[in-house]
């Protein structure tokens, strides 16, 4: 009956101490054991195999019974002392309770007692903040104050001192001052209403306004009257020196009273320029007579330097400001007469080289010269009485010396006149060109049309050989309309190289020509002056 009990016990005990997976993994987390017996898993009869593996361990067995049951003892031992323990822990809480009561109690006495006190420190932290914030208001206050009536002192002071100096002429110092002042008056805007500030804003826009008058008319008394007048024509060079002179002595004395952006000496100059050209516009309508083409093309060429040295010093920015008209924007360069050329009788195929490059435009071109356009008339004249002595003297030349010989090289060549023809009127057009794209040089194209037909009737036709079945003597248009089988003339060695001379020059002359007028529509010259636009026969 005792063992039915026993093992009845045993299960009982093997039922209550089964515990689950995750307890038992943290009972070995908490206390780590290496004891088989602590195993979960623990088989008696594994143990004790383990412990006795052979038949010669049993001779072991009381001394591993009698551990056993040693440590059997000590936890005998230890559940004894545990369980006493447990016996006397509810009398333990019952006064570990009482006492944290107490102690409660005690703590909410005194967080009672630190409540008041906060209320009373909060009031009292009102009351000091409520004093702070006045006594900042009156410190912000009294700094503005302060402020104000240094700034006060200052614009009173700067006022009455920028009256002394502007009297006494101190603009170096009344520059500096002047900004001051009027950086301090700034601050007094929201205070205009008081009569004080109001009348020293007044006094500061008085001493402004007198300054500017002041300034203005010591700079008018500052630059020298004399030499301003304009002079005749010869003299004109000299009237472009000495401005040259007056811009080095502004620059030197008054270029730095000046922002650098309001471009005085470009302006000073333009000026200049424009009182120029309306005083010589004048001057040449009164003394008309008095011009001759030596002294015109002086006048333009000093004049047209002096240009050019305002091209290359000034950027032109104040032409479109200026109290005068801006010149008329220069046409696009449509010169055809000045490239270089190393002969007057290049091919067609010459044509196709590459151009030079084109110097830019200057802004100032006929700011001053386009006053001498009105008075070309006397250039062209002297061109068409130039054109007139030049083509006597081929006929002269040309009676002197006689036909070309045969058997040289002169035979059946252009003859020179013609070259020297078309150079000089090569030399006329760059010269008018400078002078003038408009009227001028149709009038100088006129011009040359004339005397090209006088050399194409006194030098060749009137030069051709005559014959016994024409006493009216040959034409060119006889010759190029000869045909075969027709009766041909009989000509000497000498009369041939002649022809042969006179139809080689009328053929340069026709290229030349042609080529001329391409040139003239190359550049646009045509649309722009229709009246050249004739074609070769203008010229023939």
Same mark, same amino acid.
């Given at each position: 009956?005792?063992?039915?009990?026993?093992?009845?016990? &045993?299960?009982?005990?093997?039922?209550?101490?089964?515990?689950?997976?995750?307890?038992?993994?943290?009972?070995? /987390?908490?206390? *780590?054991?290496?004891? $088989?017996?602590?195993?979960?898993?623990?088989?008696?009869?594994?143990?004790?195999?383990?412990?006795? *593996?052979?038949?010669?361990?049993?001779?072991?067995?009381?001394?591993?019974?009698?551990?056993?049951?040693?440590?059997?003892?000590?936890?005998?031992?230890?559940?004894?002392?545990?369980?006493?323990?447990?016996?006397?822990?509810?009398? #333990?809480?019952?006064?570990?309770?009482?006492?944290? /009561?107490?102690?409660?109690?005690?703590?909410?006495?005194?967080?009672?007692?630190?409540?008041?006190?906060?209320?009373?420190?909060?009031?009292?932290?009102?009351?000091?903040?409520?004093?702070?914030?006045?006594?900042?208001?009156?410190?912000?206050?009294?700094?503005?104050?302060?402020?104000?009536?240094?700034?006060?002192?200052?614009?009173?002071?700067?006022?009455?001192?920028?009256?002394?100096?502007?009297?006494?002429?101190?603009?170096?110092?009344?520059?500096?001052?002047?900004?001051?002042?009027?950086?301090?008056?700034?601050?007094? /805007?929201?205070?205009?209403?008081?009569?004080?500030?109001?009348?020293?804003?007044?006094?500061?826009?008085?001493?402004?306004?007198?300054?500017?008058?002041?300034?203005?008319?010591?700079?008018?008394?500052?630059?020298?009257?004399?030499?301003?007048?304009?002079?005749?024509?010869?003299?004109?060079?000299?009237?472009?020196?000495?401005?040259?002179?007056?811009?080095?002595?502004?620059?030197?004395?008054?270029?730095?009273?000046?922002?650098?952006?309001?471009?005085?000496?470009?302006?000073?100059?333009?000026?200049?320029?424009?009182?120029?050209?309306?005083?010589?516009?004048?001057?040449?309508?009164?003394?008309?007579?008095?011009?001759?083409?030596?002294?015109?093309?002086?006048?333009?060429?000093?004049?047209?330097?002096?240009?050019?040295?305002?091209?290359?010093?000034?950027?032109?920015?104040?032409?479109?400001?200026?109290?005068?008209?801006?010149?008329?924007?220069?046409?696009?360069?449509?010169?055809?007469?000045?490239?270089?050329?190393?002969? &007057?009788?290049?091919?067609?195929?010459?044509?196709?080289?590459?151009?030079?490059?084109?110097?830019? #435009?200057?802004?100032?071109?006929?700011?001053?010269?386009?006053?001498?356009?009105?008075?070309?008339?006397?250039?062209?004249?002297?061109?068409?009485?130039?054109?007139?002595?030049?083509?006597?003297?081929?006929?002269?030349?040309?009676?002197?010396?006689? $036909?070309?010989?045969?058997?040289?090289?002169?035979?059946?060549?252009?003859?020179?006149?013609?070259? #020297?023809?078309?150079?000089?009127?090569?030399?006329?057009?760059?010269?008018?060109?400078?002078?003038?794209?408009?009227?001028?040089?149709?009038?100088?194209?006129?011009?040359?049309?004339?005397?090209?037909?006088?050399?194409?009737?006194?030098?060749?036709?009137?030069?051709? $050989?005559?014959?016994?079945?024409?006493?009216?003597?040959?034409?060119?248009?006889?010759?190029?309309?000869?045909?075969?089988?027709?009766?041909?003339?009989?000509?000497?060695?000498?009369?041939?190289?002649?022809?042969?001379?006179?139809?080689?020059?009328?053929?340069?002359?026709?290229?030349?020509? /042609?080529?001329?007028?391409?040139?003239?529509?190359?550049?646009?010259?045509?649309?722009?002056?229709?009246?050249?636009?004739?074609?070769?026969?203008?010229?023939?």
């Amino acid at each position: 009956m005792m063992e039915d009990e026993e093992l009845e016990f &045993v299960e009982d005990l093997e039922a209550i101490l089964h515990l689950t997976p995750e307890v038992q993994l943290a009972i070995e /987390q908490v206390f *780590p054991s290496q004891d $088989p017996l602590d195993r979960t898993d623990f088989n008696a009869v594994e143990y004790i195999n383990t412990l006795f *593996p052979t038949e010669q361990s049993l001779a072991n067995i009381d001394e591993v019974v009698n551990n056993i049951r040693l440590k059997i003892r000590r936890l005998d031992d230890n559940i004894r002392t545990v369980v006493r323990g447990q016996t006397n822990v509810g009398q #333990d809480g019952r006064q570990a309770l009482e006492e944290a /009561q107490k102690a409660i109690q005690q703590l909410f006495g005194k967080i009672k007692d630190i409540k008041d006190k906060a209320e009373k420190s909060e009031q009292m932290v009102k009351e000091i903040t409520r004093d702070i914030k006045q006594l900042d208001h009156a410190k912000r206050h009294l700094t503005t104050s302060i402020t104000t009536l240094n700034h006060l002192h200052m614009l009173a002071g700067g006022v009455d001192s920028l009256e002394a100096m502007t009297r006494k002429r101190q603009y170096g110092e009344v520059a500096n001052l002047l900004q001051g002042v009027v950086n301090v008056l700034e601050h007094f /805007q929201k205070y205009m209403g008081i009569p004080q500030i109001r009348q020293l804003s007044e006094r500061v826009k008085a001493a402004q306004s007198e300054l500017g008058t002041q300034i203005l008319a010591d700079f008018e008394e500052a630059f020298p009257a004399q030499g301003s007048k304009v002079a005749w024509l010869d003299k004109i060079d000299r009237r472009y020196a000495w401005i040259k002179r007056q811009l080095v002595d502004y620059e030197e004395k008054y270029g730095r009273m000046f922002p650098e952006e309001w471009c005085m000496t470009e302006r000073i100059s333009v000026e200049f320029c424009h009182i120029t050209r309306t005083e010589l516009a004048k001057l040449m309508r009164t003394r008309a007579r008095e011009i001759e083409v030596k002294l015109l093309l002086f006048a333009i060429q000093r004049t047209t330097n002096f240009e050019g040295l305002l091209a290359k010093r000034f950027s032109g920015c104040t032409l479109n400001d200026g109290p005068g008209k801006k010149p008329e924007t220069p046409l696009e360069p449509t010169n055809p007469f000045l490239e270089d050329e190393d002969n &007057v009788s290049e091919k067609d195929e010459d044509l196709d080289r590459p151009k030079k490059p084109k110097a830019p #435009d200057n802004p100032f071109h006929g700011i001053v010269s386009k006053c001498f356009e009105p008075h070309l008339y006397v250039y062209i004249e002297s061109q068409d009485k130039n054109l007139g002595e030049l083509i006597d003297r081929f006929v002269a030349d040309f009676r002197a010396q006689g $036909p070309p010989k045969s058997g040289t090289d002169e035979g059946g060549a252009v003859l020179p006149s013609c070259a #020297d023809l078309f150079v000089y009127y090569k030399k006329c057009m760059v010269q008018c060109s400078q002078l003038s794209t408009g009227e001028p040089m149709i009038a100088l194209t006129t011009i040359f049309q004339k005397y090209l037909r006088e050399y194409a009737w006194k030098i060749l036709s009137g030069n051709l $050989p005559k014959t016994s079945t024409n006493s009216g003597g040959l034409t060119i248009s006889s010759l190029l309309k000869e045909k075969e089988g027709s009766e041909v003339a009989k000509f000497t060695m000498e009369e041939l190289c002649l022809i042969c001379s006179i139809l080689s020059t009328a053929e340069y002359c026709l290229a030349t020509t /042609q080529q001329l007028e391409e040139k003239l529509k190359e550049k646009g010259y045509l649309k722009q002056y229709p009246a050249l636009g004739s074609g070769p026969g203008c010229c023939m």
